[in-house]
C-alpha cells in the first residue's frame, strides 16, 4: 500500500514509465498470444498442418485430463513440503546470521552458494550424488545402513530426493531475504521486549514476524510460484519418473509442447496453471495477513 | 544466564555447522567430479582424491567457446541487473510514493508474468525476436541485447517487488524532510532513498543477478552462436553418446567464480541495523 | 582417393587434424564453384546435437570447408530436446534463421509431411554448377533411402552419421574357463552368447547375476536401459525390445494407424505383452541403477564392467572397447546380433521385417532457408569420400559403403570385437525407426504407460492395453486413422 504521496501523479507515471514499456513488449504481448491459440488445436505435426480454432475445448479437455490433474497436484505437494521447509529454515538461518560473530562473513557466503548453482548442475549433482550404482549416497546408505535407497525404482525416494534437492537450492533464497529484512529492523522494539522478559518465542512472533511480514509474504508468494514451475533440476535428476512420482506440472507442460509439440493444448495448460498459482496466491494472501492481523 | 548463553551458541554453531555440511557436501562432490576422469567415475565412489584430471579443466576452456559463453554471461547478466536495479528503484518508488490510477492491479500483473511455466511462451517469444523485431536485416535473435531485455521479464517484477517493501518502510516524513530542505526528485532519490534502502538493493541485485546467471530455457532458445550463454553451454554436455560429467562439473565450478565475485562484493552492503530506529523514535 | 596418413585410434572426441590432401580436380572444385556463385564470404548457420560426430563437423570439417571455399560454417551445437524444438520452431514459422538442419532419421518423415525440407535433387538440377563431382548418391549406404521421399525417390537429406544397436558382450568373461565350467554345470550346456530371447537370453542373464552375487563383484546380467520417465527407456522397448520379438513399426498398423489388436494393430498383442514382460523381467538381472539408466548409463554400466550383456548403441559401442580413459573394458567386448524370438531372422532375411534398429541423423536445408546454394555446397562437402574415414575413426560413424574398407576403419573393427564388420555384413537386416509423422507425438502417447509399467504402477499386459487405446483414441485427432 502507498503511503501518503508525496509526488503528483505523472511524475509517478514517467517513473513507471520505461518498466511497463519492457514489460508489455516482452510480458503481455507473448501472453495475449498464448491466450489466442489455446483456443485452437494446433500440433505442428497434425495431419491437417494448420491450426483448427476450438474453442473452449482444450479447457473442456485439461479439466478431465487426469494426466495434468495428477501432475497439479504432485507439484502442489512438492510445493508444500518445500516451501514450509524452506520458510521456516530460512527464519531461523537469517535470525542465525544477523547478529555479529565471528566467521559471520564465511558462513553468509558460503549459505549462498547453492543458489549460485545453474539449476541443470543442481539436477547433475544431485543425480552424480543420488544415482544407483554410482552415487556415494546410495552406497554409503547401503554400506554403513543396509537401506536400500533407489530413486529409479521406489517412488518415495525419487520424490522426497526432489524435495531436499529443492531445499539444498532455495534455502539461500529465503536466507537472504529475510536477512535484509532483519538487517533493516529497528533495534529498540526488541531491546525493550528483552527488557520486558519476553520469551524468544514471543519476541518472533509478536514483533519479527508482524514487523517483517511483508517480506515474509513476498518471499513465501515467490517461493510457491517457483516451486510450481519447477522444470529443470528435476528432470536432470529423475526425469519425471519412476513412472510419474516426480512428473510435475513444470515438465509435463514442457513435454506437452516440446516434443509433443502440441501448442494449443500446452497453451491452454499454462494458462490454467497460471490461474490456478494465482487464485491460490491469493488465498493464502488472504489467510496470512488475516491471522496475523488478529494477533496484534 | 551464562549457562543460557553457553547452551543458545552452541545450539546456533551446532545448527550452522550442520547447516554448512549439508549445504557444502554437494558442492564438494561437484568440485570432486570435475577432477576425475571418466574411469574413475566408476567403481566404489570415495570422498578422497589425490590425483587431478586437468583435462577436465583445461579442454572446454583452452576452446575458443566456453570462454565466449563465460564472457557472455557476465555481460547479460550484469547489464540485466544495472538495468533492473535502475528501473526498479525508480519503479517503486514511484508505486510507493504516488497515487497511481489502477497501481495495485499494474502492481499485480507485474507479478504474473512470473507465475506462468514458461514452455508455452517460447513461441511467441521465438517469433518476435525473429520476426517482428528487426531492423532491416539484423534480428533480436542471437543478441546481448535481446536476452538482457527478456530478462526483465522474470526480474523486474521481483525486484519491484522487494523494493517497494524496503522503501514503503521508510517514512515519508524523510522524502519531505528532504523536500523542506530543497531537494527535487533526483537528489531525494539517490542522496537519501537509495542509502537507506541500501540492503534491500543490494539483496535485490545479488538475486536478479544469479537469475539472469542461472537462467536456461530462454537463453538455450533465443541464442544461437553469438550470445549463447555458460547455461546453455552446460546444457550441451548431456547428449545420448554419455554426458561428459567431468568436464561439465569443471564447467560448472568456473561458472561459479563470477557469482561468487559478485556476491561477495555486494554483500557488504547488507549491514545491520539502519539509522531508521533513530528516525521512529 | 589419397591414402590418409594412419593416425592411432583416439578417443571419439574430434581433435584438430591436418586436411587430407585432396585430388586437384575435387579441390579446386569447391573454391571453385564459390566463387563463381558468389558465395564467398557467406556464412551459413546450422543446428545440431552436440555430439561427437558433429562436433567433428564442427571443428574439423567446417574449418577446411571455410578454406577451401570462404564460405563460414557456424553450427550451433545443443542437446536434443532444443535442437529438435528449435528446428521446428523455425521452419514452422518460416524465419529462416537456420541454413541446415540435423535431422534424425526418426523425424525425417514428419518433416516431410510437413515439406519442411529444401528438395535436394532439384536443387543440384537447378543449379548444376554447385554439383560437385565427387558426391554420389551410390556411394551411401542403403541408409541414405530413409532421407528420400518415397513417391518420387529425390534427395532430402545428406547422412552424416549411422550406427546400428546390436548386442555386446563382455568376452573375457565368456571365454573364461571358470565360468564356462561353471554354466556347464548349471545348465547343462556350453556357454555362448545367446541367439534368441526369451529363453537363451534369460539364462545367461540369470547366471551372471548370481555368479556376480556369489563372488562378491559388481557385476550382473544384463543392462536394461529402463530410466522410468525418460523417452529412452521407450526407445529401448519398441526399436530393440519388440522387433526382436517380430513385433514391427511399434504394434501400429500402417495403414489403418490402430494400434490395438481389436482394429487391427499389435500393440497389446500376446507377442508384443510376451516382449515388455521379457524385457521387466529382466530388470531383476540388472544392475541397480537400471530403472534410472538411460542410453547414458547403461553406457556407463557396461563401461564399468557392470554387465555382462546388452543391447548398446553404437556410437558408444565404439568408445567402450576402445577408449580407456572412459572404459574399464576395453579390448573385452564382443558383439553380436541382437538375440530374436525364433522365425524372426528368417522373417527379416526374407525382408519382411527387422531385427533391431538402424540409428543415424543427417544434415537437410529447411526450405525457408536463406543461403540454400551455399549450404548445399557444404552438404556435398561433408557428403564427399575422402572425408568419411577420418571422420568415422574420430566418432565411430559410417555412411559410405567404401569406408568399411578404409584400413584406418579395419583397425576399429579389430578393436571393437567386429562392429563395423557387423554393420557392413548385417545391416540390412535393421532397419530406422518406422515412417510415422507423428513420431514424436505417438512417443509422448505411449512412454507414460510405460513408465508405469516399469515403476510397477502397472502389469505389463494392462500397461499395453492401455497404450493401445490411448493411440487408437489421440491418432484420429491428429488426424491419421478414422
Known amino acids: 500500500m502507498a503511503q501518503r504521496p508525496i509526488w503528483p501523479a505523472r511524475v509517478g507515471w514517467g517513473l513507471l514509465a520505461p518498466t511497463l514499456c519492457i514489460l508489455i513488449i516482452t510480458g503481455l504481448l507473448p501472453f495475449l498470444y498464448v491466450l489466442y491459440i489455446s483456443f485452437f488445436d494446433w500440433n505442428v505435426f497434425a495431419a491437417q498442418g494448420v491450426p483448427l480454432f476450438v474453442g473452449e475445448n482444450n479447457y473442456r479437455r485439461l479439466v478431465f485430463d487426469d494426466d495434468f490433474l495428477g501432475a497439479l497436484w504432485r507439484t502442489v505437494q512438492f510445493t508444500f513440503w518445500t516451501v514450509t521447509i524452506e520458510l521456516v529454515l530460512g527464519f531461523i538461518l537469517a535470525q542465525s546470521l544477523v547478529k555479529n560473530f565471528v566467521g559471520r562473513g564465511i558462513f553468509r557466503t558460503i549459505h549462498t552458494l547453492p543458489l549460485m548453482v545453474a539449476p541443470i548442475v543442481v539436477g547433475a549433482i544431485w543425480r552424480l550424488l543420488t544415482i544407483p550404482g554410482f552415487g556415494p549416497i546410495p552406497h554409503y546408505l547401503q554400506q554403513w545402513f543396509g537401506v536400500d535407497y533407489n530413486i529409479g525404482r521406489i517412488a518415495t525416494h525419487a520424490f522426497w530426493t526432489t524435495v531436499l534437492m529443492d531445499i539444498w537450492h532455495w534455502t539461500p533464497f529465503v536466507t537472504l531475504t529475510f536477512l535484509g529484512a532483519f538487517s533493516s529492523l529497528p533495534r529498540e522494539p526488541f531491546e525493550q521486549a528483552q527488557v520486558d522478559g519476553a520469551s524468544t518465542l514471543q519476541i518472533h512472533f509478536y514483533l519479527t514476524i508482524p514487523m517483517t511480514m511483508p517480506i515474509i509474504l513476498t518471499t513465501l508468494f515467490i517461493r510457491i510460484m517457483d516451486a510450481l514451475r519447477t522444470v529443470d533440476e528435476v528432470w536432470m535428476l529423475t526425469g519425471g519418473g519412476p513412472g510419474s512420482a516426480t512428473r510435475y506440472i513444470g515438465i509435463h507442460i514442457w513435454r506437452v509442447v516440446f516434443p509433443k509439440t502440441d501448442y494449443g493444448y500446452g497453451a491452454a495448460m499454462s494458462l490454467l496453471v497460471l490461474y490456478f498459482t494465482i487464485v491460490l496466491c491469493w488465498l493464502l494472501f488472504i489467510v496470512m495477513t488475516g491471522k496475523f492481523k488478529q494477533i496484534q | 544466564m551464562r549457562v543460557r548463553r553457553f547452551l543458545r551458541n552452541l545450539l546456533r554453531y551446532t545448527l550452522l555447522a550442520g547447516i554448512t555440511l549439508f549445504t557444502i557436501l554437494p558442492l564438494y562432490w561437484l568440485f570432486l567430479v570435475s577432477v576425475r576422469s571418466r574411469v574413475e567415475l566408476f567403481g566404489a565412489p570415495s570422498f578422497i582424491q589425490t590425483s587431478v584430471y586437468i583435462e577436465n579443466y583445461t579442454k572446454p576452456f583452452f576452446s575458443e567457446a566456453y570462454q565466449r559463453y563465460l564472457l557472455n554471461s557476465i555481460v547479460i547478466a550484469t547489464s540485466n541487473t544495472i538495468l533492473v536495479v535502475l528501473l526498479a528503484i525508480a519503479s517503486a518508488y514511484a508505486l510507493s510514493r504516488c497515487r497511481l490510477a489502477g497501481e495495485e492491479n499494474i502492481f499485480f500483473w507485474t507479478i504474473t508474468n512470473r507465475m506462468a511455466p514458461p514452455a508455452a511462451f517460447l513461441l511467441p517469444i521465438f517469433i518476435l525476436y525473429t520476426r517482428v523485431f528487426t531492423l532491416g536485416d539484423a534480428k533480436m535473435f542471437d543478441t546481448h541485447f535481446g536476452l538482457i531485455l527478456l530478462y526483465c521479464v522474470f526480474n523486474l517484477p521481483f525486484a519491484i517487488w522487494l523494493l517497494k517493501g524496503i522503501i514503503d518502510s521508510i517514512p515519508t516524513e524523510i522524502d519531505e524532510a528532504a523536500m523542506v530542505d530543497g531537494a527535487g526528485l533526483w537528489m531525494t532519490l539517490l542522496q537519501i532513498i537509495v542509502p537507506l534502502a541500501a540492503p534491500g538493493i543490494a539483496i535485490t541485485a545479488i538475486l536478479s543477478w544469479i537469475f539472469a546467471w542461472n537462467e536456461y530455457l530462454f537463453a538455450a532458445t533465443l541464442t544461437s552462436v553469438h550470445a549463447r550463454t555458460i547455461t546453455t553451454g552446460l546444457a550441451e554436455f548431456v547428449t545420448v553418446t554419455g554426458t561428459n560429467w567431468g568436464e561439465m562439473a569443471a564447467v560448472a565450478v568456473v561458472a561459479l567464480l563470477p557469482a561468487l565475485l559478485f556476491v561477495a562484493l555486494v554483500q557488504r552492503y547488507i549491514i545491520t541495523g539502519l539509522t531508521f530506529g533513530a528516525v521512529r523514535e | ?482
Not at chain 3, 564459390?34 to 548457420?45: K, S, V
Not at chain 3, 509431411?113 to 549406404?141: G, Q, V, Y
Not at chain 3, 521387466?280 to 564399468?304: G, I, Q, R
Open chain 3, 1 to 482: 582417393m589419397a591414402a590418409p596418413t594412419p593416425t592411432p585410434v583416439t578417443a571419439p572426441t574430434p581433435t584438430a587434424t591436418p586436411a587430407p590432401k585432396q585430388p586437384p580436380a575435387a579441390a579446386d572444385f569447391w573454391g571453385r564453384a564459390a566463387a563463381e556463385a558468389g558465395l564467398r564470404g557467406t556464412t551459413i548457420r546450422g543446428i545440431t546435437e552436440s555430439i561427437p560426430p558433429s562436433k567433428y563437423a564442427a571443428s574439423v570439417l567446417a574449418k577446411e570447408f571455410e578454406q577451401a571455399t570462404g564460405i563460414k560454417v557456424e553450427l550451433e551445437t545443443t542437446s536434443w530436446d532444443q535442437m529438435y524444438d528449435k528446428s521446428i520452431k523455425d521452419m514452422e514459422a518460416g524465419t529462416g534463421i537456420y541454413d541446415f538442419v540435423y535431422i534424425e532419421q526418426d523425424i525425417i518423415y514428419a518433416y516431410l509431411s510437413r515439406n519442411f525440407l529444401t528438395n535436394l535433387t532439384a536443387l543440384l538440377k537447378e543449379k548444376p554448377k554447385l554439383a560437385a563431382p565427387d558426391f554420389r548418391i551410390d556411394a551411401f549406404t542403403s541408409f541414405i533411402n530413409y532421407f528420400k521421399d518415397p513417391k518420387t525417390g529425390d534427395l532430402y537429406g545428406v547422412p552424416m552419421e549411422a550406427f546400428i544397436k546390436c548386442y555386446v558382450y563382455r568376452k573375457d568373461l565368456f571365454e573364461d574357463p571358470k565360468i564356462k565350467e561353471a554354466y556347464q554345470k548349471q545348465y547343462g550346456q556350453p556357454l555362448t552368447p545367446p541367439t534368441t530371447v526369451p529363453d537363451q537370453y534369460r539364462r545367461v542373464a540369470e547366471f551372471f547375476t548370481k555368479w556376480g552375487k556369489d563372488n562378491k563383484i559388481e557385476l550382473y546380467g544384463t543392462t536394461v536401459q529402463a530410466a522410468s520417465g525418460h523417452p529412452a527407456s521407450f526407445y529401448e522397448f519398441v526399436e530393440t525390445i519388440l522387433p526382436s520379438f517380430g513385433v514391427y513399426n511399434w504394434g501400429i498398423n500402417m495403414e489403418t494407424w490402430k494400434a490395438s489388436v481389436a482394429n487391427g494393430g499389435q500393440l497389446n498383442g500376446a507377442r508384443a505383452k510376451e516382449a515388455l514382460t521379457f524385457w521387466l523381467d529382466m530388470l531383476k538381472y540388472a544392475p541397480p541403477e537400471a530403472p534410472s539408466s538411460t542410453w547414458d548409463e547403461v553406457a556407463a554400466s557396461s563401461a564399468a564392467g557392470r554387465a555382462a550383456q546388452g543391447w548398446i548403441y553404437g556410437e558408444n559401442v565404439v568408445w567402450i572397447a576402445t577408449d580407456s580413459s572412459r572404459s574399464k573394458v576395453v579390448g573385452k567386448v564382443g558383439v553380436g546380433l541382437p538375440p530374436t524370438y525364433p522365425g524372426v531372422l528368417e522373417e527379416a532375411r526374407a525382408g519382411k521385417g527387422y531385427i533391431g534398429y538402424y540409428d543415424g541423423g543427417a544434415f537437410g536445408i529447411p526450405r525457408t532457408a536463406k543461403n540454400k546454394e551455399a549450404a548445399l555446397l557444404w552438404l556435398q562437402y561433408i557428403g564427399q569420400p575422402s572425408v568419411q574415414p577420418k571422420w568415422a575413426a574420430a566418432a565411430g560413424r559410417v555412411v559410405h559403403t567404401a569406408t568399411f574398407d578404409d584400413p584406418l576403419v579395419r583397425e576399429m573393427d579389430a578393436k571393437t570385437g567386429g562392429y563395423f564388420t557387423l554393420m557392413k555384413t548385417y545391416g540390412n537386416l535393421f532397419a530406422g525407426a518406422p515412417p510415422f509423422p507423428f513420431h514424436a507425438q505417438a512417443r509422448e502417447i505411449v512412454a507414460p504407460f510405460i513408465y508405469k509399467a516399469i515403476a510397477g504402477e502397472l502389469k505389463p499386459g494392462d500397461a499395453l492395453d492401455q497404450a493401445a487405446a490411448a493411440l487408437d483414441k489421440e491418432l484420429p485427432r491428429l488426424g491419421y486413422g478414422r
